[in-house]
């Protein structure tokens, strides 16, 4: 399943990967101090997440819950890949690159990539 998230449905999977299942209800107090969502925005998204398939609906209960369908893992790796597709012409070494020159990595996350790699070498 290919996993599309805009950002204002990324910001629903953090709080249902957090813990999950959730309510409408729980969703929206959790965000609406940082988005200023209210429950209709909330509302709207879910509907939408929900046609796509990034969340399923339980109906059992007296109150609608909702759990991801998808792991942070797979939609991080797959937006990690749409970037390097889209922006680094699929060259993971260009994104380091332009972490690096950008002062976005420092030292010691460079030391963490570099003892990823020695251990993956390892193996």
Request: charged share 30%; hydrophobic share 35%; aromatic share 4%.
């Amino acid at each position: 399943m290919s996993i599309q998230l805009t950002d204002a449905e990324w910001k629903i999977m953090e709080v249902l990967w957090d813990s999950a299942p959730r309510t409408m209800a729980e969703i929206t107090k959790t965000l609406e101090p940082d988005t200023g969502w209210t429950r209709h925005t909330v509302i709207t998204l879910l509907k939408r997440m929900q046609e796509k398939g990034s969340v399923e609906v339980d109906e059992s209960g007296s109150v609608k819950r909702y759990n991801p369908r998808v792991t942070r893992e797979q939609a991080s790796h797959e937006q990690t890949q749409k970037l390097l597709s889209r922006v680094f012409s699929g060259k993971a070494s260009l994104l380091l690159h332009n972490l690096i020159d950008s002062g976005e990595m420092t030292v010691d996350e460079m030391q963490e990539v570099l003892d990823m790699l020695r251990r993956d070498r390892e193996t």
